[in-house]
């Protein structure tokens, strides 16, 4: 398990929340854009910046502060969110010398999940 997350776009810190209630020893840190929602994130993370992660730079000297950066729900309302990614080095524990990886840690793949259509497969 991650000792130290990055949650990019935290809003009011559930899922670094969340996180934490997995691992309690985690160090978790939020970034959110909103100014009113970094107020109910530090109640439940240990720090939180209000940054505007497309043309500000990241803090808590990202990407050595955090094993983990999550970019939960803030990548389909970034104008550039490839530029985001681009710019984000992996993490050292995410790097590995597994040769699929490379070395250089990567991504996982997402894919949004309709759950009207999950619901439907289902019946």
């Given at each position: 398990m991650a000792r130290a997350v990055v949650d990019v776009g935290c809003n009011a810190g559930a899922l670094g929340a969340a996180y934490r209630?997995?691992?309690?020893?985690?160090?978790?840190?939020?970034?959110?854009e909103d100014a009113g929602a970094p107020?109910?994130?530090?109640?439940?993370?240990?720090?939180?910046?209000c940054v505007d992660v497309e043309t500000q730079p990241m803090p808590f000297d990202l990407p050595n502060a955090a094993d983990r950066l999550?970019?939960?729900d803030i990548l389909k309302h970034l104008r550039d969110p490839w530029a985001l990614l681009n710019d984000a080095r992996p993490p050292r524990a995410c790097r590995t010398?597994?040769?699929r990886r490379r070395g250089?840690?990567?991504?996982p793949r997402l894919r949004p999940v309709n759950p009207s259509s999950h619901r439907a497969s289902r019946i």
């Open positions: 209630g997995r691992n309690p020893n985690a160090v978790v840190l939020g970034i959110e107020a109910t994130a530090a109640s439940r993370l240990d720090e939180v910046a999550i970019y939960g010398p597994h040769r250089r840690g990567g991504f």
